[in-house]
């Protein structure tokens, strides 16, 4: 099975902050990459798919990036609402693993 | 738009059956999606389950594979997760969720399931 890794497991940043985070899959898996944000206490939400393609309705601030095996996640300008977890999940193939998730939090 | 909830025991004995089902409002269960079950232990990560298309073909996670059954009713609009020889390591909220293009863009609310005696 293909295992996805990300980086780092948590990061505090200031408001205003470029933050970005990695996911790196264990094999190749083309563009088939999906980012979710979990709020605390909340469902978590689709942001971004086919590695770069923004969910109808999330803030142009978060973008994608990556092909293959290396991906990230980019907010452009973190903002207090951006508080949350955030899970790359590949769905090309079965099984559809998720990473190990990414707390984000306001330094 | 789909609209999805999860209901079943909050309360599992260990070494028992965990048994939930997500109904599915808003759309067929026959339609072209992936119905999928995913679940979340306390202050952990997404772990994925498994999944069903409605000609009941299945998908499931490796590692849970050998206790983990999905079905889909579709007199219902329904589908349901089946977990045996539970322990409490399978305490966790459980989503469904689905997916029309590949990724999970509809879940539901989330049911905690607490394995313990």
């Known amino acids: 099975d293909i295992q996805m890794t990300q980086s780092p497991s948590s990061l505090s940043a200031s408001v205003g902050d470029r933050v970005t985070i990695t996911c790196r899959a264990s094999q190749g898996i083309n563009n088939y990459l999906a980012w979710y944000q979990q709020k605390p206490g909340k469902v978590p939400k689709l942001l971004i798919y086919?590695?770069?393609t923004l969910q109808s309705g999330v803030p142009s601030r978060f973008s994608g990036s990556g092909s293959g095996t290396d991906f990230t996640l980019t907010i452009s300008s973190l903002q207090p609402e951006d508080v949350a977890t955030y899970s790359c999940?590949?769905?090309?193939?079965?099984?559809?693993?998720f990473g190990q998730g990414t707390k984000v939090e306001i330094k | 738009q789909v609209q999805l909830q999860e209901s079943g025991p909050g309360l599992v004995k260990p070494s028992g059956t965990l048994s939930l089902i997500c109904a599915v409002s808003?759309?067929?269960?026959?339609?072209?999606?992936?119905w999928s079950w995913i679940r979340q232990p306390p202050g952990k990560g997404l772990e994925w389950i498994g999944e069903?298309?409605?000609?009941?073909?299945?998908n499931y996670n490796s590692s849970l594979k050998s206790r983990v059954t999905i079905s889909v009713d579709k007199s219902k609009n329904q589908f349901s997760l089946k977990l045996s020889s539970v322990t409490a390591a399978d305490t966790a909220v459980y989503y469904c969720?689905?997916?029309?293009?590949?990724?999970?863009?509809?879940w539901g609310q989330g049911t905690l399931v607490t394995v313990s005696s």
């Open positions: 808003g759309d067929s269960i026959s339609s072209s999606n992936w």
């Open positions: 969720a689905s997916s029309q293009i590949g990724p999970l863009d509809y």
């Open positions: 069903i298309y409605h000609s009941g073909s299945t």
């Open positions: 086919a590695a770069s």
């Open positions: 999940q590949k769905y090309h193939s079965a099984p559809r693993t």
